[in-house]
């Protein structure tokens, strides 16, 4: 009996269709692939200082704030020079900014601001409750709420009031502010009768208002991605909306929370979770990552045993409780620092890493 064989093009086609099937595996699982890309260090430690008993520490930057019964000290973290201030101030809280840090007084309702040569530049008072304070374009926008009335009011960085905003009936929930467009986003809920009214003001880089979005679902975080698209998450589901109130893509999520949302130009980084009962991080949570016409370009399966994840300065930091990661959320390369003591909690600037423990504060080199 003849051996039978075959043809020259049926081989062709044969190991045509055995690439077509590998290059589809690799495509497939290169989100996973990558997220194995880990390059292990020892980081190296610029400074450190050791904390004192009583004393509450803050990270700002590069910058240490530690206070104690009025003394606010500011500690450069890059040459450990200290500068210091006499500020009285009753249950304070801080709001770092580029410039320095907003100093806030729960009982009086001042608001002081401070260089980070510690000089007190400017000190004002509000009728209303200061909510929170926050860096727009070099000018600082308080947001204030006094009953059921929200206001946003904008400084320049010498005090002197640029705008005012007021939301008599409508609640503040958001507000947000995209670097590449310069746009200002607020995103407010109505409640009337058990009806419940969703808008998103959006606002040019002088602070007038450019445009006003009624979205479909009340949401929990918005960012503008661009001029004319904006993305808002609910639980368990992403929408994106333009200019006119058109709903240009959504995705959802069935079996998986959303728990934050972050952009990057036109890119967008999505940290879920599986659905239950606890909120802590665990290794089946994934950094999901979408271009602007909701296409993922790729995933990122999440080291075990993960306390936190922020965004600083274009990169992720992710922390467990003796380590630290940095992914780049471009090429998902993920750099990976071990730790031997429990870490509090973290910040990054450009080049460092500024790491709170028990005992130290840590600056690393990055």
């Given at each position: 009996?003849a051996?039978?064989?075959?043809?020259?093009?049926?081989?062709?086609?044969?190991?045509?269709?055995?690439?077509?099937?590998a290059?589809?595996i690799?495509?497939?699982?290169?989100?996973?692939i990558?997220?194995f890309?880990?390059?292990v260090?020892?980081?190296?430690?610029?400074n450190?200082?050791?904390?004192?008993?009583?004393?509450?520490?803050?990270?700002?930057?590069?910058?240490?704030?530690?206070?104690?019964?009025?003394n606010?000290?500011?500690?450069?973290?890059?040459?450990?020079?200290?500068?210091?201030?006499?500020i009285?101030?009753?249950?304070?809280k801080?709001?770092?900014?580029?410039?320095?840090?907003?100093?806030?007084?729960?009982?009086?309702n001042a608001?002081?601001?401070?260089?980070?040569?510690?000089?007190i530049?400017?000190?004002?008072?509000?009728?209303f409750n200061i909510?929170?304070?926050?860096?727009?374009?070099?000018n600082?926008?308080?947001?204030?709420?006094?009953?059921?009335?929200?206001?946003?009011?904008i400084?320049?960085p010498?005090?002197?009031l640029?705008h005012s905003m007021?939301?008599?009936?409508?609640t503040?929930?958001?507000?947000s502010f995209?670097?590449y467009?310069?746009?200002l986003?607020?995103?407010?809920i109505?409640?009337?009768?058990?009806?419940?009214d969703?808008?998103?003001?959006?606002?040019?880089?002088?602070?007038?208002?450019k445009?006003?979005?009624n979205?479909?679902q009340?949401?929990?975080?918005?960012?503008?991605l661009?001029?004319?698209?904006?993305?808002t998450?609910?639980?368990r589901n992403?929408m994106?909306?333009?200019k006119?109130?058109?709903?240009?893509?959504?995705?959802?999520y069935?079996?998986?929370?959303?728990?934050?949302?972050?952009?990057?130009g036109?890119?967008?980084?999505?940290?879920?979770?599986p659905?239950?009962?606890?909120?802590?991080?665990?290794?089946?949570?994934?950094?999901?990552?979408?271009?602007?016409?909701?296409?993922?370009?790729?995933?990122?399966?999440?080291?075990?045993?993960?306390?936190?994840?922020?965004?600083?300065?274009?990169?992720?930091?992710?922390?467990?409780?003796?380590k630290?990661?940095?992914?780049?959320p471009?090429?998902?390369?993920?750099?990976?620092?071990?730790?031997?003591?429990d870490?509090?909690?973290?910040?990054?600037?450009?080049?460092?890493?500024?790491?709170?423990?028990s005992?130290y504060i840590?600056a690393?080199?990055?």
């Open positions: 009996m051996k039978k064989s075959f043809s020259i093009p049926f081989k062709i086609l044969i190991a045509i269709v055995l690439v077509a099937i290059y589809g690799f495509v497939s699982f290169q989100p996973l990558s997220s890309i880990i390059d260090k020892s980081p190296k430690i610029v450190k200082i050791q904390k004192e008993n009583g004393v509450s520490y803050f990270l700002c930057d590069d910058i240490v704030l530690s206070y104690d019964e009025g606010l000290s500011f500690i450069d973290m890059k040459t450990l020079d200290v500068s210091s201030a006499q009285a101030v009753s249950d304070p801080f709001y770092p900014v580029d410039e320095g840090v907003f100093v806030s007084d729960k009982n009086s608001l002081h601001f401070l260089d980070k040569k510690a000089q530049i400017w000190t004002k008072k509000f009728d909510f929170d304070v926050k860096s727009i374009q070099k600082i926008l308080v947001h204030l709420i006094k009953d059921k009335h929200d206001k946003i009011e400084f320049s010498k005090g002197k640029q007021f939301f008599i009936d409508e503040i929930t958001d507000i995209n670097q467009v310069n746009n986003l607020i995103y407010t109505y409640t009337e009768q058990g009806k419940i969703n808008k998103i003001f959006v606002y040019d880089n002088n602070f007038e208002l445009n006003l979005v979205i479909h009340p949401s929990f975080k918005t960012i503008l661009n001029e004319d698209k904006i993305i998450i609910g639980k992403i994106c909306y333009n006119n109130n058109q709903i240009l893509w959504q995705k959802e069935y079996s998986r929370n959303i728990d934050k949302l972050y952009n990057y036109n890119s967008i980084a999505l940290i879920t979770s659905l239950r009962k606890s909120n802590i991080i665990d290794s089946s949570d994934y950094i999901i990552f979408l271009n602007e016409d909701g296409k993922q370009t790729g995933e990122f399966k999440l080291p075990n045993q993960i306390v936190d994840i922020s965004f600083a300065k274009d990169l992720i930091l992710i922390w467990e409780k003796r630290f990661c940095i992914l780049d471009f090429d998902l390369n993920m750099r990976e620092f071990d730790i031997n003591e870490i509090l909690s973290m910040n990054a600037t450009k080049n460092m890493v500024i790491l709170e423990t005992d840590y690393f080199k990055i």
